[in-house]
């Protein structure tokens, strides 16, 4: 059983930056995708950036150029550099693990999931 721990979340102003942590219990190189989803309050949840095993990323076209995901294997940890954020930039921010395999921006695909961390921008 992986667990998945995220932390760095925060309330900061149109503009501003914020990088979230997903710390895992297990080794994460093996996972073949790791992604950050959000989910807005009253919207469904959607993807926001991966990484697959390869070290190719992908990036849904909303956060492209001001995200970026990585991952330190030696530390089990993934992140998310999140800069210029805007007003529509918040959300729960999630990371999830797929083992196997994953169609990077569908959820069904990812075993494990991390509780969450809030990120609340301001205008």
């Known amino acids: 059983q992986v667990q998945l721990v995220e932390s760095g979340g925060g309330s900061v102003q149109a503009g501003g930056s914020l990088r979230l942590s997903c710390a895992a219990s297990?080794?994460?190189?093996?996972?073949?995708?790791m992604a950050w989803f959000r989910q807005a309050p009253g919207k469904g949840r959607e993807g926001v950036a991966a990484?697959?095993?390869?070290?190719?990323?992908l990036y849904a076209d909303s956060v492209k150029g001001r995200f970026t995901i990585s991952k330190d294997n030696a530390k089990n940890t993934l992140y998310l550099q999140m800069n210029s954020l805007k007003p529509e930039d918040t959300a729960m921010y999630y990371c999830?693990?797929?083992?196997?395999?994953?169609?990077?921006?569908?959820?069904?695909?990812?075993?494990?999931w991390g509780q969450g961390t809030q990120v609340t921008v301001s205008a």
């Open positions: 990484i697959v095993r390869t070290g190719s990323t």
């Open positions: 999830a693990t797929a083992l196997r395999t994953c169609d990077p921006f569908s959820g069904s695909w990812y075993n494990y």
């Open positions: 297990e080794y994460i190189y093996s996972s073949y995708c």
